[in-house]
């Protein structure tokens, strides 16, 4: 047992006496009484916590600059500057770290301005350990709750459709390698068209993984230049550049702990890979105009329909980068690829369809299952609530579906049929749709539910005209 006399606590202390936590989260010790600051870290590492201890306002701002923490115990009078200061801090940054405030001066008007600068909890000195122990587990764990349901409100949409629904064989080793991968914090690789489902594939692997309580945050690489998209990603601090008037926390530190999903990392700026790779190598990363390292640990789920090894070879993808990310692969098949499964998947989209039972007639299901779908499940998903929302009837028909001469031509009834490669029909399907929409080529991704970029890739690989935006 170690008994204490000083002012700042009163009785004696046994070690590991508070209730055992575990994994009970990071917590910065600011105060500049090496007793309290020993005490303190002690105390509440034999109960689960993490400490890293700080002296003054300097040292407590590097922690922060380098590290995550979910909370902090700050003494209100240190050599340098006050508490507010360091509250304003974290306010300016848009910080929501949670401040426990710590004062031997203490008073109601100076308990009063703590919170209205942003502390989560004022206690005053001499102070009860177990106490301290109680307000920042309450802190902790209500910081975690709310983290809890954030990552439930984002992954809501995508846990809507189950993604090994069906039953081919592709879905059935899909659904294997998930399974084996998914405890793992190593870096996987989801690859398939647009459309697919690789989106509801991240969010299983994440639901289904250690990190599930923590959030899930996804960025779209596709469309965004090197410069924005590393701020999206690493943050930036004031100044960093024109029109970065405060400092913001970027996507991979709010991924801390958790998962963090990165969509159509194929179209990823270069200038950008290599940090991503140091983050990954590292578990390290900057903010954009900071010279400090922050230490962030993430799971990465990365996704795409670009075929990375060809990117490797036109030197359009780093491959330090790609072999890093490669090891674990889940590839998942397109639509076309497993025509069994679009009557299960077909009536499970029309049950969140409408309120009232809405079925296919016997046309309908023969349309949607020769259709080639360049789209997949996205289009499906989008041909069905179509044609909910433009028809009375309880019973759709192939022509409320609406599909259009590609899968009339499928269907037809007369003369033989030609048998062509998927590949092939899909050129043909794309050149029809192209020549009815006069050659606009923005109208064509609207029609079939694809992003544009994605389009023009499908154009220029089958070689179909030039289009027009």
Known sequence: MVAFRQPWYEG??????????????????????DAIRVSVSVYLEDSGFETRVAANLAEAHRA???????????????????AFELLQR?????????????????????????IQAGAEHFLTKPLQLPTLLEVLQRTTDGRRTQRREAATRSKTRRDALDPFAGSSEVMKRLADDARRVVTTDKPVLVLGETGSGKGVLAAWLH??????????????CAGLNAQLLESELFGHERGAFTGAHAAKTGLIEVAHRGTLFLDEMG????????????????KRFRRLGSVRDRVVDIRLVAATHVDLAQAVAERRF?????????????????????????????????????????????????????????????????????????????????????????????????GPLEIVSLEENERRYLARVLEAKNGRVDECARALGVPLSSLYQRLKRHGVGRGRA
Not at 64 to 82: N, R
């Open 267 to 282: 179209d990823l700026d270069l200038a950008v890979q290599p940090k991503l790779l140091k983050v990954l190598e590292e």
């Open 207 to 220: 639901a289904n993984s250690p990190r599930a309580s923590e959030a899930i945050v996804d960025i779209n």
């Open 12 to 33: 004696s202390l046994e070690r590991g006496q508070g209730s055992c936590v575990v994994n009970a989260g990071r917590v910065l010790i600011l105060d500049d009484n």
């Open 64 to 82: 922060l600059d380098s590290e995550s923490f979910d909370a902090a115990i700050v003494d209100y009078m240190l050599p340098d500057g006050t």
């Open 90 to 114: 974290l306010r300016e940054a848009g910080s929501s770290l949670p401040v426990i405030v710590l004062t031997g001066h203490g008073s109601i008007d100076l308990a009063v301005r703590a």
């Open 318 to 414: 780093r491959s330090d980068l790609y072999y890093r990310i490669n090891a674990l692969v889940l590839k998942v098949p397109p639509l076309r690829e497993r025509p069994d499964d679009i009557p299960l998947l077909a009536r499970h989209m029309l049950e969140s369809a409408r309120g009232e039972t809405v079925e296919l007639a016997a046309d309908a299901m023969r349309a949607l299952c020769a259709y080639a779908w360049p789209g997949n499940v996205r289009e499906l998903r989008n041909v069905l609530e179509r044609a909910v929302l433009l028809s009375d009837r309880r019973v759709l028909s192939a022509a409320d579906l609406r599909l259009g001469a590609g899968a009339a031509g499928l269907e037809r009834d007369a």
